[in-house]
């Protein structure tokens, strides 16, 4: 009976262990953000950036119009009445745009609500900038009590010519137990 | 060193604190087995309930209950472990090594198994019932629309995942610090490197999957949102991470196949493996490339158009080392002195099914054309034609060709060959109407189907209860041939075999290689 | 008769003569149960060609490659005494196959390339649909840049009956809807998809679209259907229990008659807006509600009201309870599990008399009737 190298075979183990926790590690600390990074670059599910847009656009480009639809869904179990004002819009690009969304809380008790936007065509997310929009942050309601909701938007100067409409979907989503079950009032 | 010298122990103990490769390698056999007519139960009541049109013998939430099921029994506890096992009891004799390098790890990643599995079919007997979102259980049915069975689910999945990472870190150990001397890499037979490169997949990728199935206990139980988008998650970063899991899955199931392959065909041929180097080659290359082609099994979930191309280019590439792979078995059988024994016939079977499977994976790489064929029956034809008749065939030629090797008796080769001729034509009757339906519009994982697909679909059903039935066949030959089968104490059991294993005593005795076997230089791999 | 005797032809030669005849059937040009359909869109025809040609390529490769290989099995066996050679490299060749496989992908991933620009082809669509995933019915809401928006859910119409094989099955069984979706032929329409729980997947070969419906998202894709006709198609990705039942119908009509169907579809929602200041009797609630129940409730509830996924509802204290609970789960459903709020998906006329029903069949028999105005008010608070 020989012992072959019982240290290269401790050794192998340690080498090949690190690797191991290191793929699990790699799911969470790389894979996650990165997700995130590509979608924000790539426009992948047409997601747009979380944060208000602060930039200034050069100016306005009022030799095209773009046609902003604005889309509404509500998510299995939300049952507020929610919807853009108007579904339609023409805007320029470079143009800062106003809207506004209502919302109904029809339950007795206060609800919180996220909506989430979706831009398509997807390749249109990365030119679609929101200087303020409800989105943001979730959004509490009283019980039985409506709101309106605003939206601040500026299209890019940059957006590419084939482009010619944009669709801005809000899928609005019950979180009113992921805020710690009390609506703010 | 003297209890290396003497038998095993006697009584149950032997197995439960075993650590010797052959026993643990039989306990690993044994159990996929049983973990196959599990999971082949669970198919005959998905074929059953498709045998004709409407439903007649279970609900739909149980027929989702049972495909969920049979893809996870038959992948993670059949076809994997049925591997490692045939790896325990092989590496070690084809490398001259006395055992695996690490033997009481070895006997702990299996002995989490039984126990993994057993609580993994008890969920079917719990309230809400077993996991029903698929084995590839996307998000999020498999986070907030999934039965409260889905946290037992999840931690199988850990152990799951453990247990082959221990394995996978003694194959490599053992291959990698236990080969006698003179056994250099380019030496070992290639079911050696196969496994080695299968051992590195495992070990890069279940954590991956590991990590995803944390991030669905975590969106359950600990409010966090990595795959809801209420919360600023989304539900398509579960099939990213998946698939990153699972593309490579796909070949840690079919690279040891190719390594059991490629012993056989060379035995039965008398003549050396064609192309030795460039196998192994391919096997890099294919291993390699499966990190970069997960996204076409998403192709319709809605990519930028440049990912699509990007995937789609390398997915087909993944034909090059394939293809170089078929064309040098069926050089190795060129100009041979074949003979057709059930090993080799499994291999041939192997060999039409594998590239027919091949041929539907290169149609199903293309991405305008998956469009249509995503989640079809065509898919679900594909993937039986490279799992079953990829790593079952070749699981079952291997049986046959080192089982007198194993116990010193002969199996009976008409039952082979019988077991070997209703599996061929049970499993493409099963199977290979499945690609007219899917193409015709059939999904996949529904319990009833339009009357246009009955046909198809009573033939697949007739197919697959014949492809079950002759497993009964196969069960009765191997404990036939422990219990009576005729001895024999040939060391070389085919007269066309080659390498280190075929130079220790019929039946192999308890231990061997305990000196390392002198390796001739001059002789190239076997 | 000829599809018989073709399975027989199956069954005795195996499967890859099977293939080829399949083939072959298929380029003969009858409506095909054995392959991928053509479709009615320039796009259907294009993925269809990108299809026969790959296969045939394959077909191509495989005759020779196993043909080599029979010929060996056939010519080199050691029962004719044919002696081994012991050739085990040769560099030439290797690399032959190598390289020549290469450039015959490069052949394939030219057409393949251009074919999927096509699909991805976003120029301006005509009009607009969207399209929602439910579990598990469809929604198709017609984005109207006038107007309000014509919207509606498709639910499975074939019968329980006719699933328990009680009675028989119907020429379309499994593939039909109780309300289609409508639209003109030669119309560029773009879908916009989504979905409402889980992950869904819209797919309807003829139009060769599937586009995977992904909660909280919106997917797109496109269509130009140069043919009238019914088309029909299914949801692709396992989405729970009903996964197989929850059907899609299109049927494509020339642009008169679309902006006719319309105009009816837009004066019913109005009609549906009258309706619900009137006041029904209990029969006509009763008979309106049993069709409302089997459209909506039966699959998780039950054809007697005895339960399943959902709770039952024969004897349930919900519904023989007061009245306000009940409408409360009929409007807004139970928030984490599968009863959804119905407040979005039935009109008042309906979810009126949906309560009614259910309070008073399957022995509840609660004597009490649900109007529109009712269901108007709880709504308004």
Redesign the interface.
Known sequence: ??R??EN??VD??IK??T??????A???VV??PL?DVL?DA??????TS?EAYSSVQAGVDDSREITI?F?A???????WDFGPSV??MKVNPGAVNDTVFHARN???EAMVA?A?P??????AAEYFHKTECFCFNQQPLDG?SSAEMPLQFIVDMDLPR????I?L?Y?I???T??AGGVAVR | MGDHHHGPAKGITRWLFTTNHKDIGTMYLWFSFAMFILGGAFAMIIRAELFQPGMQLVEPAFFNQMTTLHGLVMVFGAIMPSFVGLANWMIPLMIGAPDMALPRMNNWSFWILPPTFLMLASTLFMEGGAPAFGWTFYAPLSTTYAPPSVTLFIFSVHVLGLSSIMGSINIIATVMNMRAPGMTYMKMPLFVWTWLITAFLLVAVMPVLAGAVTMMLMDIHFGTSFFSAAGGGDPVLFQHIFWFFGHPEVYIIILPAFGVVSQIIPAFSRKPLFGYDSMVYATAAIAFLSFIVWAHHMYTVGMPVAGELFFMYATMLIAVPTGVKVFNWISTMWRGSLTFETPMLFSIGFLILFTIGGFTGLMLSIAPADFQYHDSYFVVAHFHYVMVAGAVFSMTAAIYYWLPKWCGRMYNEAMGKTHFWISFVGFNLAFFPQHFVGLAGMPRRIPDYALQFADFNMMSSIGAFIYGASQILFLYNVIATIVSGKPTSDEKVWDGAEGLEWTVATPAPYHTFETPPRIDPAHAHS | MCFKAKRLFGLALGPVLMLLSAVALAAGGEVSQVNMTPGVTEVGKEIYNLHMLILWICVVIGVGVFGVMFYSIYAHRKSKGHEPATFHESTKVEIAWTVIPFFILIGMAFPATSTLLKIYDNDDAEMDVLVTGYQWKWKYEYLNEQGENVSFFSNLRTSQSEIYNVEDKGEHYLLEVDEPLVLPADTKVRFLVTANDVIHSWWVPELAVKKDAVPGFINEAWTRTAQEGVFRGQCAELCGKDHGFMPIVVNVVSEDEYAQWLDTKQAEAAQIKELMAQTFSMDELMERGKAVYERNCLACHGGGGEGGVGTAIAGSAIATGALPGHLEIGVNGVPGTAMQAFGGQLNDVDMAAVITYQRNAFGNNMGDMVQPIDVFNFKKG
Do not use: H, W
């Open positions: 009976m020989i072959i190298s290269a075979n192998t183990v090949l262990v690797v191991a926790i290191g793929m699990f790699f799911v969470f894979m996650v997700y979608c790539l426009g992948i599910n047409g997601k979380g639809q889309v869904t509500n998510n299995e179990g939300m049952p579904t339609v029809p339950l007795p996220q989430i979706s831009v398509s065509p997807a390749r039985e084939d482009i010619r409409t669709t979907s899928t989503f019950d979180v137990e992921m």
